[in-house]
């Protein structure tokens, strides 16, 4: 069979589309694939000059983040996504990733040495009302890279949070701060009471126990898988699953 690795060019981006739907990533769309192949690698595999899988990586610091690693219903248990992993991550020893709990994923990053260190929470509850609006503001962190991209999607970005409002509700995709959990009391403050929030907190986080005694729910988890010695920041409280 005549199968080969190369980037994702733009007359690809339909049929990643279709292969990511098939894996339920229905919000892929071309700005995030370009953003992916801008800022890192997005690569494919072809089968018969088929695209079959598509994977990416960005570097965060100098650590290879695995952002999507998804292979055609048809083509998968064959090794199709274990070797287009390994592409991905050839010359990079730090890596992470948030793993779905599809257990040929797990095996996958297993196999690059990445293993299960906690979990990622998708946790959804209500704003609180009774704050004052959020000022936007210039963000004060690193992956500045990646907090314009998400304000070019329609994001409100303050110093230490990203936040869209979609849908009727609130979903949070990064708040870095030392005192996350009096930045995330004054962000549910100021929405209304009973706005829906979502936000994704590290499990071994303080703000992940806050929440839920606040009446947050845990909705569905990602697995961190790391290599020895990669930890997230203590100081993120909240951050994008696909994109750390
Ligand atoms: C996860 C996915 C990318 C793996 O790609 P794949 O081509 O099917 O996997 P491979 O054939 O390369 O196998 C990778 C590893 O998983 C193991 N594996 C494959 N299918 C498996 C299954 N159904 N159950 C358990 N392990 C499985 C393989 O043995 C291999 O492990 P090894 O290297 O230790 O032998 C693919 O199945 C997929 O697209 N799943 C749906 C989308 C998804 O969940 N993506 C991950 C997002 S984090």
Not at 81 to 102: C, I
Not at 209 to 221: E, G
């Amino acid at each position: 069979m005549d199968s080969t690795i190369r980037p994702v060019a733009p007359g690809d981006h339909a049929r990643v589309v279709q292969i990511a739907a098939e894996g339920d990533f229905i919000e892929c769309e071309s700005n995030y694939l370009s953003f992916i192949a801008d800022v890192g690698r997005l690569l494919c595999s072809t089968s018969e000059g088929e695209v079959v899988a598509f994977g990416g990586m960005i570097p965060v610091l100098d650590v290879a983040m695995v952002t999507d690693l998804f292979v055609a219903e048809a083509a998968r248990g064959r090794g199709v996504g274990g070797r287009l992993l390994a592409e991905l991550l050839d010359g990079r020893s730090r890596r992470m990733t948030f793993s779905a709990q599809h257990p040929a994923a797990l095996a996958a990053y297993q196999r690059e040495g990445m293993e299960p260190r906690g979990r990622l929470l998708y946790l959804s509850g209500s704003a609180l009302g009774g704050g004052s609006p959020l000022t936007p503001a210039a963000w004060m962190h690193d992956r500045g890279d990646l907090v314009g991209h998400l304000a070019a999607q329609g994001t409100t970005v303050t110093a230490n949070a990203v936040l869209i409002a979609e849908n009727g509700g609130i979903e949070v995709l990064r708040l870095d701060a030392p005192n996350a959990i009096d930045e995330c009391h004054q962000l549910l403050r100021a929405f209304d009471a009973g706005i829906s929030v979502t936000m994704y907190v590290p499990e071994a986080h303080a703000l992940a126990p806050w929440l839920l005694a606040r009446d947050f729910v845990i909705i569905d988890h990602d697995v961190l898988c790391t290599t020895a010695g990669v930890d997230l920041p203590p100081t993120l409280a909240v951050l994008h699953p696909g994109l750390a």
